[in-house]
């Protein structure tokens, strides 16, 4: 009864250049398991086998299966009131963390926003690692980019973590080229 939802937003993410083949990730709860995409999923084209369901503090059989980015889906459920979690690779964003300790984005095109940390700095970023990090800056925001590689933006449904990303993309896409015109 998910797969419509992943549908919706693995395509839109994967159109609006957001993630590219077998990257991106995206999960939602489920009570005390979460349903995510499995690893190597190519989000624009999500078909039923590729949602794995698995417990959010236990493993079971097809956990294995389950994306890379199992562990920090886990930490940010554990520690945050998210229903769903959107990772992917927005390319200005990440062009911007990697300079960036704090994306501000600019108010007058995007207002849900305010600070967007940016975690990872003076470590190797690792798929799967950082989730105390991650989990913790996301108690305080709805969204946050880790240097180099991504976001994970949250909300109570993949929409709303989702519109999250476009919107932090599309104030850093304005960031960037004001940047080249200056
Ligand atoms: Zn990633």
Redesign the pocket.
């Known amino acids: 009864m998910f797969l419509s939802q992943f549908q919706t937003i693995g395509n839109n993410l994967f159109t609006r250049g957001m993630v590219s083949s077998e990257?991106?990730n995206l999960s939602i709860r489920t009570g005390d398991n979460l349903v995510i995409t499995r690893r190597g999923c190519r989000l624009e084209d999500i078909s039923e086998n590729d949602l794995i369901e698995t417990g959010i503090y236990k493993n079971n059989r097809i956990t294995p299966l389950a994306s890379a980015?199992l562990p920090v889906h886990r930490a940010i459920y554990q520690m945050t009131r998210a229903q769903a979690i959107v990772?992917a690779?927005p390319p200005h964003a990440v062009t911007l963390s990697l300079t960036e300790r704090e994306i501000v984005p600019n108010p007058e095109l995007i207002s849900e926003i305010c600070a967007v940390p940016v975690i990872g700095w003076g470590v190797k970023v690792i798929?799967g690692t950082l989730e105390a990090e991650i989990a913790g800056a996301l108690r305080k925001n709805r969204i946050v980019l880790v240097r180099g590689?991504?976001s994970f933006a949250i909300g109570q449904l993949l929409e709303e973590a989702y519109n999250l990303t476009m919107a932090l993309e599309e104030s850093c896409q304005v960031s960037c080229l004001l940047k080249s015109i200056r």
């Open positions: 990257n991106g980015e990772h690779h798929p590689h991504g």
